[in-house]
């Protein structure tokens, strides 16, 4: 069982930066890829970017703007993300899953915060 806790989400202008973070409970967390993903409203979930023991991958839609990261130390996980757009507006999820990097199959989510980008 692990339990993720998201945070850092809100408002901000297209072109501004938010860093989200993700709190994790429990023991290893250091085995597992842990992902972001976000659903805008009307939208199917969609994956953000993953970081496994060493390696990182994102969508192309945030390629070059947003940066995940770990401290294992700390059991947390972020999600820094510059330059902002409209279309970045979602509801972000944290994510853990014991398979590797390209994995399709999270086991455990957190309840999500929100990210709104005006224009």
């Known amino acids: 069982q692990v339990q993720l806790v998201e945070s850092g989400g809100g408002l901000v202008q297209a072109g501004g930066s938010l860093r989200l973070s993700c709190a994790a409970s429990?023991?290893?967390?250091?085995?597992?890829?842990m992902g972001w993903f976000r659903q805008a409203p009307a939208k199917e979930r969609e994956f953000v970017a993953a970081?496994?023991?060493?390696?990182?991958n994102y969508a192309d839609s945030v390629k070059g703007r947003f940066t995940i990261s770990r401290d294992n130390a700390k059991d947390t996980v972020y999600l820094q993300m510059n330059s902002l757009k409209p279309e970045d507006t979602a509801r972000y999820y944290c994510?853990?899953?014991?398979?590797?990097?390209?994995?399709?199959?999270?086991?455990?989510w957190g309840q999500g915060t929100q990210v709104t980008v005006s224009s």
């Open positions: 994510a853990a899953t014991l398979y590797g990097l390209g994995s399709n199959n999270y086991d455990y």
């Open positions: 429990g023991r290893s967390f250091n085995t597992y890829t």
């Open positions: 970081v496994g023991r060493m390696l990182t």
